[in-house]
Antibody
Framework: EVQVLESGGGLVQPGGSLRLSCAAS????????MSWIRQSPGKGLEWVSG????????YYADSVKGRFTISRDNSKDTLYLQMNSLRADDTATYYC??????????????WGQGTTVTVSS | DIQMTQSPSSLSASIGDRVTITCRAS??????LAWYQQKPGKLPKLLIY???TLQLGVPSRFSGSGSGTDFTLTISSLQPEDVATYYC?????????FGQGTRLEIK
């Protein structure tokens, strides 16, 4: 079964850092682009970041550029999102998403269950 | 960046009605447009990609059309299980922006 499972969410103070992880299974991880997508409580979906299968190409939303870093370890079938300088408006459920192609810009065919990040003092 | 604008933001319709949701891109995106359905408390589900290709397992009452900047999601005969929020997403290039969503309710 194709699965992605996030971990690493939690409560963090404004200005703090957090690293999310996403463990993949059931598919060829290195041949799949991956993304992080977030959803604030009661709000819509916001695309955050994407990465190609090799990890050589990365993409970011303007709202997180310079603060968040997406990366992957294909030897461990794991995706990461390093989040620095966190702000209250980063509070959301963060979804790990498997993309339909090997490229970063692509559509999602598998969603993780999400991990919740709360930025508050 | 290319902006995606969905309309309406909310919609109430009767069972059996034909429902149409539109999505407009601020620049041309060819047919690199997907539609997702998110039921309350659930994960988003891919309905349509390539603007008009139905994902496997999605009921045939759902259809998509459009190319360039203007796109449409149509439900030919609304069913109770279609209550959800619908999102378009462009994947022509990054950022792969979502529309703001259309909340569909039963009248």
């Amino acid at each position: 079964e194709v699965q992605v499972l996030e971990s690493g969410g939690g409560l963090v103070q404004p200005g703090g850092s957090l690293r999310l992880s996403c463990a993949a299974s059931g598919f060829s991880f290195s041949n799949s682009g991956m993304s992080w997508i977030r959803q604030s409580p009661g709000k819509g979906l916001e695309w955050v970041s994407g990465i190609s299968g090799s990890g050589g190409l990365t993409y970011y939303a303007d709202s997180v550029k310079g603060r968040f870093t997406i990366s992957r370890d294909n030897s461990k079938d794991t995706l990461y999102l390093q989040m620095n300088s966190l702000r209250a408006d980063d509070t959301a459920t963060y979804y790990c998403a498997k993309l339909m192609t090997i490229f970063g810009p692509s559509l999602v065919d598998v969603w993780g269950q999400g991990t919740t990040v709360t930025v508050s003092s | 960046d290319i902006q995606m604008t969905q309309s309406p933001s909310s919609l109430s319709a009767s069972i059996g009605d034909r429902v149409t949701i539109t999505c407009r891109a601020s620049q041309g995106i060819n047919n690199n447009l997907a539609w997702y359905q998110q039921k309350p408390g659930k994960l988003p589900k891919l309905l349509i990609y390539g603007a008009s290709t139905l994902q496997l397992g999605v009921p045939s009452r759902f259809s998509g059309s459009g190319s360039g900047t203007d796109f449409t999601l149509t439900i030919s005969s609304l069913q109770p299980e279609d209550v959800a929020t619908y999102y378009c997403q462009k994947y022509y290039s990054a950022p792969c922006t979502f529309g703001q969503g259309t909340r569909l309710e039963i009248k």
